[in-house]
């Protein structure tokens, strides 16, 4: 049971336009979702966060959005980087009761960003 | 800043054996996390630990077991490797329920 789904296996962007990565969750008890990123041979880096609260939240080339209808959230990364290419994993959280901050993660998106 | 450290990059072992994977954080964190992760199927929760000598069952806790004696270290445990366990483990640590979690650069273990 796949609570939190990344259906694209993979996306290929020319630097300097738009990604977009997008992940849908199925627990309408998450209230806080996540973004990570991660490169060959190093463990995943936190990138950006929202919480159920809101739709919307940036951090420099960053925006995540949240749908809470459609429970669907997306990473918009403008302008695109090579650096940028790596591994992408969205994770959601129920931050109440006895979760400790337990995140489920989704499978995972590699971007190739090209020169 | 903040340093998750994992005692081993790569480990190698046999079937049978019992095996150890240490974790280690300087940030003074509550909680602490094992994962494993595998190619499709993204990062799966198998142990965590929310205080010294407490732990709960992740999602595939099957095979393995926590050790949290002090703090700063929480240790995975597989009791008798098996080939279906030959995966990327990573460790994480964090403050609060609500602060992202921060994670090792990973131990490939393989199992022969």
């Known amino acids: 049971d796949q609570q939190v789904k990344q259906n694209s296996p993979s996306l290929s962007v020319q630097e300097g336009r738009i990604s977009i990565l997008n992940c849908d969750y199925t627990n309408s008890m998450f209230d806080y979702f996540l973004w990570y990123k991660k490169y060959p041979a190093e463990g995943p880096t936190f990138l950006i966060s929202?919480?159920?609260?809101?739709d919307k939240n940036e951090d420099g080339r960053f925006t995540v959005f949240l749908n809470k209808s459609a429970k669907h959230l997306s990473l918009h990364i403008v302008p695109s980087q090579p650096g940028d290419s790596a591994v992408y994993f969205c994770a959601a959280s129920r931050t109440g009761g006895t979760s400790y901050g337990k995140l489920t993660f989704g499978q995972g998106t590699i971007l190739t960003v090209h020169p | 800043d903040v340093k998750v450290t994992q005692s081993s990059r790569y480990l190698v072992k046999r079937t049978g054996e019992k095996v150890f994977l240490e974790c280690v954080q300087d940030?003074?964190?509550?909680?602490m996390f094992w994962y494993r992760q595998d190619p499709g199927l993204g990062l799966r929760l198998i142990y965590f630990s929310y205080d010294v000598k407490m732990k709960e069952k992740g999602d595939i806790p099957e095979g393995y077991s926590v050790s949290r004696e002090k703090k700063e270290r929480f240790s995975l445990i597989l009791e008798s490797a098996s080939t279906n366990q030959t995966s990327m483990y990573l460790c994480?640590?964090?403050?609060?329920?609500?602060?992202?979690?921060?994670f090792g650069d990973g131990t490939r273990l393989s199992i022969l």
């Open positions: 940030m003074d964190h509550e909680n």
């Open positions: 994480a640590s964090s403050l609060q329920y609500k602060q992202p979690q921060h």
């Open positions: 929202i919480s159920s609260i809101k």
